[in-house]
């Protein structure tokens, strides 16, 4: 079956933009969480969403929201981009909000200059 | 406040030998413990997860170990191949509350031919 697809691939944004970064999950996968990477910081939780519902928030400003459709696909929004918001975008989709077993896009590797 | 490290950032290992990465966590309320691999240009693949009330378990080719008196996770790999070469994340879940794991910063596995 089809894994996680993130898209785009590459961004590249100007600071004070905003962008919108996409993850469709694996079929009939409800929870799609959503990841910052950077060498500094590892791996770290921005939100997760579950039937379209937001279930849980990491520790990041209001300039990073997101969204959850009905056919489980969610959307990444980042406002007034800062150079600090380089990095790469990771989504995850699992089946529950309580399984160990995430499977990762490929990620979106925004560079903000 | 409580986090997951990685005792070594790079690990360097020949073909065939057997690699040992360790992990050491501090919240002795988390529930699983889990593997990450992640190779270049892609997104973390889930490796295997343990339990808290479980000592080891074993998967193709990998064995986890769990040390619960000195907070303390291992992932065995046998018979190293060169296709093992990627950076390895260990992460805890939470018991309860918002299931979300925290990730350690990573070992960068190195296999040479």
């Known amino acids: 079956k089809a894994g996680v697809t993130q898209t785009p691939r590459y961004l590249i944004k100007t600071r004070g933009q905003q962008v919108t970064l996409s993850c469709s999950p694996i079929?009939?996968?409800?929870?799609v969480s959503w990841y910052q990477q950077t060498p500094g910081q590892g791996l770290q939780f921005l939100f997760e969403?579950?039937?379209?519902?937001?279930?849980n928030k990491g520790n990041f400003p209001g300039r990073f929201s997101g969204r959850q459709f009905s056919n489980s696909r969610s959307e990444m929004n980042v406002s007034t981009l800062e150079l600090g918001d380089s990095a790469l975008y990771l989504c995850?989709?699992?089946?529950?909000?309580?399984?160990?077993?995430?499977?990762f896009g490929q990620g979106t590797r925004l560079t903000v200059v | 406040g409580e986090s997951v490290g990685l005792h070594l950032p790079t690990l360097s290992v020949q073909e065939g030998d057997n690699s040992i990465i360790n992990c050491a966590y501090s919240?002795?309320?988390?529930?699983?413990f889990i593997w990450y691999k992640q190779e270049s240009g892609k997104g973390p693949q889930f490796i295997i997860d343990?339990?808290?009330?479980?000592d080891k378990r074993q998967g193709q080719r990998v064995t986890v170990l769990l040390n619960k008196t000195v907070k303390h996770l291992s992932l065995q790999i046998a018979a190293t191949q060169p296709g093992d070469s990627a950076v390895y994340f260990c992460?805890?879940?939470?018991?309860?509350?918002?299931?979300?794991?925290?990730f350690g910063r990573g070992t960068s596995l190195i296999v040479h031919p």
């Open positions: 995850a989709s699992s089946r529950t909000t309580r399984g160990t077993e995430a499977f």
């Open positions: 079929s009939g996968h409800r929870s």
């Open positions: 969403y579950f039937s379209e519902t937001q279930r």
């Open positions: 919240n002795s309320a988390s529930d699983y």
């Open positions: 343990i339990r808290s009330n479980m």
């Open positions: 992460a805890e879940r939470p018991s309860g509350g918002s299931y979300i794991p925290t």
